[in-house]
Structure formats: C-alpha cells, structure tokens
C-alpha cells in the first residue's frame, strides 16, 4: 500500500491522528529531507529514502517503485498532500503507466486553514486557492486566474507567494488584484506557521511590506467586507445580526 500523507503546516499538534498512525506503522518513509525533519522524532528504525528540492519525480517514482514490492510506503509531503503537493504527481504517473497500485491519501491541515486560524476567521465566505509559483503553471495562465478571482470578489489565498527568483509575482498578482479591489482591503499572512519562527500579521494592500514575505508565506486577501475587529481578521458569512 501507498499511503500519501499530508502532515500539515509543520507542528505535530497539528497533524491528523490518521497521520501520525500511518507514518508510525509504515516501515519505509519517502519525502523532501526538509519534511523529514518535521517528524525525525519518529523515524526510528525505518528505511528513508529522501531527496533535495526539485526532485518530486524522482520521489514518487521511488515510493511507487517500493510500495508495488507489497511494502507499506508513506510518501510524505507538507500540508495537505492533494493541495500542491505528491498526491496528484503519483496518480498521473500510476495513469502514464497504466499501473495499478493501491494508494491511500490521508489529509493534512493545508497553510490557508493553518495560517486563517491564527489571523481569525477570513475564510467564511467563498475563497480561492492560487499558486504564483510559475515552475508549472504559465504566468499567464495564473495572472488570468488572479483577474477572474479578483473580478468575483473571492477571498483568495496565495500561495508560493514570492521568492528570490521569483522577486516581483506578489507585486503583479497585487497590481491586478487592485484593478478590482480597494487598496485598504485587508491583507492577512501567516508566515512559517505553527514552526518556531512562526509569523502572523493583518494589514492591508497598500501597507503589505512585500519584503517579508517569501516561500514559507501564505497571503489572504479579503473580499470587500473582509474586516479586522480586536485584531482578528474576519469575512462575515453573510447573517444578519
């Protein structure tokens, strides 16, 4: 069996029961050494088999290779394994192969819910899931996408925001976001959430200070009634109170 686990934003608290158990029983652990390092407390005397960035074929191929050996695989991967991340990388090669494999996903908290939770509730109402990360997807498919979720109103969580190679995505993303939005919606991040260093902040469009922000960062921006109220951002469901 393969299992594809997500393992959440980081901290063990905020795994799943189903995660911690199946990285438990699972003799053979796959990931990026970086999320090894999350659950090194409880790799004792398995097999691991991990590899640096960029290298998401090669780890599939390899827990797809072990786990068709009649082994329990768990192939790990940060947040919600089916948002960004191994679950559907492993599915398509199993379909390019025309393989069968029995694959079992298990769930992870992904960085919009992590980061929402400690910003407070700015995901109650309808929001979106965009990547700027263009290593797989055109920018100009993505800028076209940040236009339609802007032009809707959507609450739209950012993720893979902005990086060193990557220094000015946040800012086009930000300048299209603004032909439809006002420049004081409200802006939370959750920088490196539930890790050490963790960063949470609400501010607005024309007050995000770009420069903190980077590849650990996830960015919501609000709808147009989004609001802050005791420091907490909030985007009413729509009662009437």
């Known amino acids: 069996m393969l299992y ?7 901290d063990k608290s905020k795994m799943t029961q189903e995660a911690i158990d199946v990285i438990e029983k699972c003799p053979i652990i796959v990931g990026y050494a970086t999320y090894m390092r999350l659950v090194k407390d409880m790799l004792d005397g398995k097999q691991i088999v991990s590899t640096g960035m960029r290298g998401e074929m090669e780890r599939c191929e390899k827990a797809i290779e072990l786990a068709s050996d009649n082994q329990d695989v768990a192939l790990i991967s940060s947040g919600d394994a089916g948002i960004y991340g191994m ?8 379909a390019h192969k025309k393989q069968q494999l029995e694959v079992h996903v298990v769930p992870g908290v992904t960085a919009s819910i992590a980061a929402a939770a400690q910003l407070g509730a700015p995901l109650m109402n309808d ?3 965009i990547s700027l990360s263009n290593l797989m997807t055109p920018w100009e498919v993505i800028t076209k996408r940040v236009d339609a979720a802007a032009k809707a109103d959507f609450v739209i969580c950012l993720y893979n925001p902005r990086s060193k190679g990557r220094p000015n995505n946040l800012r086009e993303a ?3 976001i603004l032909k ?5 919606t409200i802006v939370g991040y959750g920088k490196d959430v539930a890790r050490p260093k963790e960063i949470e902040k609400i501010t607005t469009i024309k007050d995000l200070d770009e420069e903190d922000i980077n590849m650990t960062t996830i960015v ?8 802050v109220d005791d420091g907490r951002m909030v985007t009413p469901r729509g009662y009437t109170l």
């Open 87 to 94: 679950a559907g990388l492993v599915m398509e090669m199993l």
């Open 220 to 227: 919501i921006v609000g709808n147009k009634n989004t609001f």
């Open 127 to 129: 929001f979106c899931h």
């Open 4 to 10: 594809i686990v997500g393992l959440g934003p980081g």
């Open 174 to 176: 930000l300048d299209i």
């Open 180 to 184: 439809y939005k006002s420049p004081d």
